[in-house]
């Protein structure tokens, strides 16, 4: 439930078109409501701007899809992660009107409109084909969170030539997501290039000693440009939302 | 090279007037000329919106006071961070106008103003007294860089009610600093509480199983909460470098 | 050998009675002839107070199923931990009594009874949805040795109000345990918070830099509560044992 | 916020007393407010049943003094731990009454007394004469927070007869403590021998593949013993305070 | 497209044969061909000397063929390496002129011929029978850069006379790629016996502590001979590729 | 190369028989030349008095049967270890007179004789049932060798008396061999009771921190006693062989 | 006290020149004496052959000279390892009769004799001149221990020649310790050309990726040769130990 | 002892300048000089075309200078590396002739000559002023082995325009050495600029997550440029040697 929402059903009250008790029985439940597998944190919109999330990894079908029958009652928008193939058709077929992004692995439940407190643009870079997946992870995450996303794929540092060529791009963004598995060696040189944030997130990609990621993850803690930060192997949906927080930030 | 140049030397080859081998020779590095090129009217400073920081460990005295003699031609405010306190007390022989904040171990030449494009509050907040040193770092390079800061410092988890009391100040912030050690909860349950970024900044304080630091910086990386990211162990200078990034971006 | 059989011995060498060579081969293991002594009278459950509970991973059915016959004699209650549903299913086919418990992956033959020595409540709490497997194992275990036990699932840190809620439960349990993956933050928490003992478990759940729970392990043997002691990862069934062995202390 | 509280601010809306700004402001903070009126009536010697101790490594002597006065107001005891004989020196110039404790590297200040409520036996168990600081600072600690202890040193498993000859104390024991470096064994064989719950502590002495107490640390949570729980390498403080608060357990 | 393509199409221009646009056309995206999930980097041939090598493992088969169509507009040669069975089959029923490669997991499509500025021998030794895949795998790459290559297998050196048979021909050789597993003593053997220098390859082959080849990967990094440096585990491309630059160096 | 020889060529230099360059490529190769002479009077089956035996992992059933087949000619008993069940099905019916070792996941063909130089009893002790089949592995290794071996399982550390009451066939041993996963603690025990050579071999049996049988390496590493030396992670064959080589020397 | 010193008191007692009261005061601290920091272990000669040695690493002088007190009552020679110079100096002067081994760090008190139960000769050999210390050190224990020992330091495997040189020596040891750094390789050689045990000692020479020894112990413990076992990095003594088992066993 | 020397020396036999006997004494020891603690390897400069370089760590100024005055009668040059200044002054007042190279901690005795075998140009490029040690040992080593080296130093990727004015020197190089710490991203960067083989060298420069070098070592094993081969961490010397065979191979 957003402050939107919120005040929507406050008016009623006020205007006398809710009553008290259906308006305290909507309200009863925003700070946490507990199903029989999950305490579903209502009050996060309110807190923190945006619908708690659903982790779909390690969920059942029915488990999800019984989340977001709880969710859509309060939510405009509701993203999963992390959800197989199966598991998506099968949450498709309980909401024939969300989308199974094949690529991120998501689904996405609700309309993305933009949100007029994200003026700048989210610009995700990616080193190699095969990081594509994380990397639009990232840029589903934070166009349904309302901001302006470009993409720009496979161009890693053993071309640096490709890079630079997305120079205007890179600078007139408001924050950058770097996706690179291997050396992760691109967010140091891209934060070397711009002055806004940098997001790195290493991937999985790789072999021998890249050990699933942790070496693209060290590389990019070492980053000698000092406008990075990192977020966790993979977690291309965590860059989308941490981008999404800077870009509304000091407004 | 844009399509009308190329077109150019074409016409010059075809006419004549430019040989094969001096066209293979312009077209085997077009990527690179341009690159190349593009430094010419570039420099740092410009680039980056701040002067290159001084990274004192590893130098000696008189490489850093070398290094700060060059820059003071062209630099307003210089930093150097990892000063121990002999080196210090050496650099500030040399420039009795430069201050030595021993905490952050940390040198200071310049006047630190604010900057008119830094609307928002970067708040610091540590979890332990041992903590302080590292959100000082990270207090220091985000003022110099013209950023408002207020600190909060020994708010650690094992007793959540510290931290509660500071609801009003984080919800006020534009990117918020969290430095723990141990086992780096604490960034988890900030973030969990606000919608802005989080820095969150593992410190080398612990032993045995802490690793050095590493536990914090693993356990910040798996955080629950989303919104946020994370730099090296003990970079707090990296960690006021982002937030100052961050405080200015979607502008 | 006490002192007195020593001399009788002795006496024995003295007087003629035995030779220098059975004396010698008497006293060349006296340390250890007192430990096979020892180990006659005790068996086990005496020892222990609850009979061996059967590792079922990496056992076949048959294996498991001729275990369980022969303690069924001696016996009146047998535990059996992970076993997978296809093993379970032929368990029950042999022994058509037992429970098999599919979340905890469990196998309970005999009839679960209050044991009257265990005053105190054990309270288990997870941290997330996908925890619950494990803290379903140390439930079911603290239950199958005689303790009452209350749950409560999905109350992570990311909203620390959820927890909360949960305060008076905490403060009335005599042992609490916490399972948590990802960044297991919870039990420095939830320690902080009460003066009883808390069985802190990592789980596995996580991904990237998780390492299979290896952060949640480091991060709990790094918690700034003191109250804190942790078993290994997703060994649910070891803190649902280790509450047991609390919750009977002392008295 | 109870569902009264919820109706009455809804009936102010309703009836014009409360404006829907006001009702959305208060609305949207419930969660946190109530967790904030938490702690003003709970401070922290109430909640945990013993004051703060006082980690010395990486506090000047200064700073432990400072605390400690503050602390004499309200405590009775008041313990310090890591402090280097250097350090308690300097504390001891400052209160003489208190007690340097060499071994252990503690300082204890305020009289010991023994708490009626733990009834039982802590008893400390090191597996070599190296190990003896940590089962120092365990016992210390135990005993200042009113429990009675029992010390065994140097009963290794190399030779396992030295360890069977305290049978009867272990036995008698309401926690056992365990405290052994190197490989790490003497935990599992102790809690193999009794039913009450065995606190591991390992500690940094070995060399080589002993990794300044990983092996020890690891080989203790797969104990295959299962009344075992494990702290932080070194932490003898640790153990003694969780040793203590099972010793009151169930009570 | 190589140096020598160039030329012809620049001379076409001078005589008149190719027009301007259609020249322009052609080399408008020798820099970089932007495709829906690539930007191949056509000017690699002419930086580099070789084209781009097509990493398989997880690209789809519709991926790689996209690629390779692009490709061979503009080169002579293409390598795909890392391929399973079954995508090999689809490629190579997109492309019937290809040749998969079993052992090595490649595909080649082009011809290879022999390069006369690389006039030395590469030597491709393995230690064991395991390790022979990832030695193909160097020897394929080696000889598709123009090299002339010999492979000697199963000579490690637990049995130090086999090695030793081979002292001739190693002593010819331009450069040595030695392949091993387990201990990864063989570089170290091998690089004593000549001064030319070894391409140290770890193979994952191995149990226990080889760590998936990570102990062969040190054990070649310590290596006690000095002309040895070291690729990735099971990296047999990288150690073919750096084998042929070394090979045309210095002429 | 002897000083004979040495003065023999250089005469042969001074009086014009021998060119320069001739003597000088004789000195250049001295060392190795002698060498390469050693291994010819040498094989394998002389220098370690068993045939090399076929580690099954990674070769295919056509592989290991071609080299069983060629090894025949020369040997009375080969051993495949680490060979799967429907390889082992495969071998079987090329060689009908072998034998597939189930447990042991090996394959022995030729028959089994005892070696008279071989006087002593080789005894293996296993801590769980799941360490059995490494244990057998070891057990029919040093059979196959000639030696008497005996084996007792199931004696973990958590009931030490099950372990004490083989004091006896233990002191028999010429050598003894440990198997054990976990915590990895019975070889420190075993060995604390016996003057005789222990073989550790840890295991992977085991879950969480056990991290593949590495904790119990690390352990037996370790151990406080000190006539304990320790093979690779489920080597039960190599454990075999040293017991067997053991067993014979000094003789 | 060993088996004959056992014997020659039990006949006084049958001759009448040592009183039961006598003989049983001395007999019933055999085994184990409690002093204030240890428990020495008197009944080790018995059952072991060698009495416990003191490991001087983290105890004082004065705690090494005490227990070495007590143990002159019993036994005829005396070992210290890991002693540093100025604690060495502190011994010797407490027992002029003893000897410091600097290059080992060891003491040595009493009389080495030769153990006719040792036919066979132990060889060490070390790959570099860093390794001599660890080399020495097994040396000694083995040489005290009563045995023969010979030794080859400096023929690392980067010039295998230098090793070869050593065969006949090699081939007539009853038991061979190989002790190396770096990449650890050496075992495996000497392993592959004899038949007889050997004991691989990591060393923590080195640097980068040798980890401290780490990669030397792992690249040993995956050697290709099977007749080799591993002690831990830098244990010099354990391995002469071990070896010394070795040359009893079979007998 | 070179090819040139033997074959003067051979060249005095056959003119009857130099006895058979005196000649005899000088090439006796060529395989292999014993002294106490060395075994000098002489015939090294004709196996490998240069002598033996002396490791300086962990060995006395004694024992250095030992072997220099062995090495002296055969060798015109001798190189030490890892020499700390009081060592260095020691050898250097032993033999002024000596040149102690500060920088690079390394000894060079005799005189550096170019080798007419070696006819390209050996680059050395560092990331930042804390690689350069490290770099100068790289360039000292490749000088004194008779190579031409240019080198470049501070031209890390965070300005990546600094790297890309040195093109045409890259371009020109025969082997291009690239020394990095933190990220270790400069050699991927470098080696994709250019078809030359690239030496990587990590250098323990960094903290918290470089881990003393580890994550630049395992960053440039996954290098996403295929030419480029890596040595231990901080190998300045290894690197040169590696460069100085590459430089003169396929000659």
Redesign the interface.
Known sequence: MD?ES??TL??G??G?NVT??N??ES??T???EDIE???I?H??S?????PE?I?G???TPE?IIGIMERMMNHEKIILVTRVSPDKGEAILSAFPAAVYEKDARMVVWGEIKADPA???TVVVIS????D?PVAREAAITAEAMGNTVETV??????????L??Y?ALMEKA??IIVVAG????LP??V???????V?AV?T????????????????????????????????G???G??AS???????
Chains 1, 2, 3, 4, 5, 6, 7, 8 share one sequence.
Do not use: W
């Open positions: 402050l919120l005040k406050l008016n009250v006020a006398g008290v008790d308006a305290a309200l009863k925003i700070a946490c597998f999950a305490h944190d009050h996060r309110l807190r923190k701007g945006f999330v982790f990894e390690g969920k488990q994200r003026k700048g080193a190699g084909t095969s594509i794929f496979d161009v890693g540092v053993a071309g640096i030539h490709r630079l060529g120079k408001s924050v291997m050396e992760g060696a140091s040189v934060a070397g290039l711009v002055s806004s944030p997001i290493p999985s990609i790789g072999y021998g000693a890249s050990f699933g990621g942790l070496t693209a993850l060290f590389s990019m803690l070492n980053s000698c440009s000092s406008n990075v930060a990192v977020v966790n192997i993979d977690n949906f965590g860059a939302y941490m927080a800077i870009n509304r930030s000091g407004n």
